[in-house]
């Protein structure tokens, strides 16, 4: 690893070299804009699916997690609640081959691989994308390179109108399950290249609602029918956020710190009649990150991201009938960027990133074994226009050593070094057959891996040291189509279609043991074979009176089936069975309209059969769900006040459900929201 440190920093090194000998253009200078809708014929190559602006700010959404729920090919894990575990699912790999990024450097979880979205709250994002493959710009880090499917949350960036130095929006919500949940944004003007955003926000619930609960024989009589009230799922939060943004010529840089401070109840699951958990759980979260990008000439761009993040978590279970459990968790990360991107002809340019990450964690668990990991990431991509034709490739080189320190037998400490080297390939191509007609058919390639995280490694009494990494392979093909009438009530149309088919190898599974929500037993299942269908669709109308409405429509077929075990194919065995949690049919649908400073909004997602395992027996069926979510809003304004009121009832017609076995979710509930904006 000694010669790969080396490496990295020596090319750090040439980056600023370069850096140093570039000429600027002192006549040159593009804005902030600019830079930022600046056409680049390489960038669209596989759309993205996003939720921006007025779409964002309609859904009946309070987390990252309740608004990703509305792409198609996600699966959401909710255990419930405002504080339950949300992690998201696509194409049915698995939430760790997801890549969250927040302003363009990932989150990380080296512990158990699992970003809880229902930590981000939407009052500071400005727009959410998905990529399935990898974002279609290759300017960027190795790290983008180096997920199955990538999640970008970008928050506020500071904007003033005229003359104006400060803005100032304040967002109060409350509703069912005792929500408060004041929050505030303040933005300000350093400079005419320089703005300042702080971000504050207080999350209180009791977390309590009523369900309904039932069992079935299986042989369809009653077994239970039973009412009662939800507990222990209270959650007290604080999130407090700090950037400045800088613009400087042909560039832009920023800095970003970030706090998260919980404590929350967690119910647990429902078995053995047991109707409350005693279970709590505290995190701290805090990380502070930064970013500079700067074109230097017509052919070299450059790019340094940077970042440290400090993560504590405590579980507590104060059961002694079951096993008092106190544990603490410290795990630390230091991540290090530089990205080298060169134009070299006009409808031809190459990218060279090294990312260099380490990551610790520490525990009060006995015999613990104090991993330390060390990876350097090395990507090469590039990207080729030929009139209608775009095509992308990239392959990363994955350089990573693991550390630990175990006790033997003798109680010695024995330290042990793994170091395992990948390479990973990826192909994205797109052709528009009509110059005319915004058409377009794309396909694309792509192998993966990711490697066991350290609660799967080394965690005391449910690590297994054997695992091995889990490889994904994906095939994706499909088609693009809009189409714009400026003189029709249909002022937009669009429509995409996507086939895919994924492999995956030596599949690692998390399933929850016992009732609490963060440990996980973790194993390989084999090998996984996924196929499906993406369909989205979006029309905007312009109906008379000055009526606007917006539909956005995505369906998912999947097939999800687990080919590990050819002998285990008899009555209840897992032999091409649909693997846990998968439905075979999902969608969602969303409509807004809005009249003067009136809005109104409909959402509505379905869930299909699914199973609780790779055993499709009767006892593992899971009916399906849906739910319909409608809210109301009016905009006005009292001097210089800028207000909008808006009331949301979710869950409409009170369906009882889970998402996950024994972990029911809310029936019916109510929200209302001011936002006031100075």
């Excluded at 613990?368 to 775009?390: E, H, S, V």
Aim: with cysteine.
């Amino acid at each position: 690893m000694a010669r790969g440190r080396f490496l990295f920093f020596l090319i750090i090194l040439c980056s600023f070299s370069l850096t140093a000998q570039s000429k600027l253009d002192s006549i040159q200078h593009l804005d902030e804009v600019k830079i930022v809708a600046s056409k680049r014929p390489y960038a669209t190559v596989i759309p993205a699916q996003t939720l921006q602006g007025k779409a964002l700010e309609s859904l009946n959404s309070h987390s990252v997690a309740d608004a990703i729920r509305y792409f198609s090919g996600v699966q959401l894990k909710d255990y419930g609640g405002v504080g339950g575990v949300k992690t998201i699912d696509i194409r049915s790999m698995g939430s760790n081959h997801m890549g969250v990024f927040y302003d363009g450097i990932q989150l990380g979880n080296a512990q158990n691989g699992q970003i809880d979205l229902g930590k981000f709250s939407l009052d500071n994002i400005e727009g959410i994308s998905l990529y399935n493959g990898q974002k279609s710009d290759i300017f960027q880090s190795a790290k983008d390179f180096g997920s199955a499917g990538t999640i970008y949350l970008n928050t506020r960036r500071p904007r003033f109108e005229g003359n104006k130095k400060h803005n100032l929006r304040a967002i109060f919500r409350t509703g069912s399950f005792g929500l408060i949940n004041p929050s505030l944004l303040w933005e300000y003007k350093l400079s005419d290249n320089v703005n300042l955003s702080t971000s504050i926000e207080y999350t209180s619930a009791t977390g309590k609602y009523k369900f309904r609960y039932k069992k079935n024989f299986s042989d369809g009589t009653l077994a239970w029918d039973t009412t009662a009230t939800r507990l222990n799922g209270d959650i007290y939060a604080l999130r407090a956020e700090i950037g400045v943004f800088g613009q400087i010529n042909n560039g832009q840089w920023n800095i970003k710190a970030y706090y998260y401070d919980s404590e929350k109840g967690i119910p647990g699951a429902i078995v053995n009649n047991v109707w409350k958990s005693a279970q709590r759980q505290w995190d701290r979260n805090f990380f502070a990150q930064g970013s500079f990008r700067k074109k230097f000439s017509k052919v070299y761009d450059f790019k340094i991201n940077a970042k440290y993040a400090r993560d504590y978590m405590r579980y507590n279970n104060p059961d002694t009938t079951l096993m008092y459990i106190d544990n603490k968790f410290w795990q630390q990360e230091l991540y290090i960027s530089a990205v080298n991107k060169f134009n070299i002809l006009p409808s031809w340019e190459a990218n060279i990133a090294i990312d260099y990450q380490w990551n610790y964690l520490d525990a009060t668990l006995s015999q613990f074994a104090y991993p330390t990991r060390n990876t350097i990431l090395m990507a090469a991509a590039t990207a080729y226009q030929w009139n209608g034709l775009k095509v992308q490739a990239s392959v990363l080189g994955s350089f990573i050593n693991d550390h630990s320190s175990t006790e033997n037998s003798s109680g010695q400490r024995v330290e042990k070094n793994q170091t395992n080297n990948y390479f990973t390939p990826a192909l994205f191509l797109s052709y528009q057959p009509f110059r005319l007609y915004d058409f377009s058919l794309r396909t694309f390639y792509k192998r993966i891996f990711r490697m066991p995280t350290f609660n799967d490694l080394f965690y005391t009494d449910m690590g297994n040291a054997s695992l091995r990494p889990e490889y994904a392979t994906q095939y994706n093909i499909g088609a693009y189509y809009s189409i714009s009438l400026s003189e029709s009530i249909i002022e937009n149309f669009k429509i995409t279609a996507d086939a895919y088919y994924n492999l995956v190898d030596d599949k690692i599974i998390a399933v929850p043991k016992g009732t609490g929500q963060y440990r996980w037993m973790m194993m390989n299942i084999g090998k996984v074979k996924i196929k499906g269908i993406d369909v989205t669709a979006s029309a905007r109308f312009k109906l008379p009176c000055s009526v606007l409405l917006n539909a956005n429509l995505n369906y998912t077929y999947q097939q999800a089936l687990d080919y590990t075990d050819q002998d285990d194919n008899g009555d209840g065995g897992s032999y091409k069975g649909v693997i846990a949690y998968i439905p075979r049919h999902s969608g969602s649908l969303i409509i807004g309209g809005q009249y003067k400073n009136w809005e109104l909004n409909y959402s509505f997602i379905y869930v299909g059969e699914r199973y609780l395992s790779s055993a499709n027996i009767i006892e593992n069926r899971e009916q399906p769900w849906y739910t319909h979510d409608i809210s109301g809003a009016y905009s006005f304004r009292i001097k210089d006040l800028q207000l909008r009121l808006s009331l949301e009832v979710n869950n409409l017609f009170n369906q009882q459900y889970d998402v996950i076995r024994n972990y029911p979710m809310p029936g019916r509930n109510y929200k209302a929201i001011l936002k006031i904006d100075i």
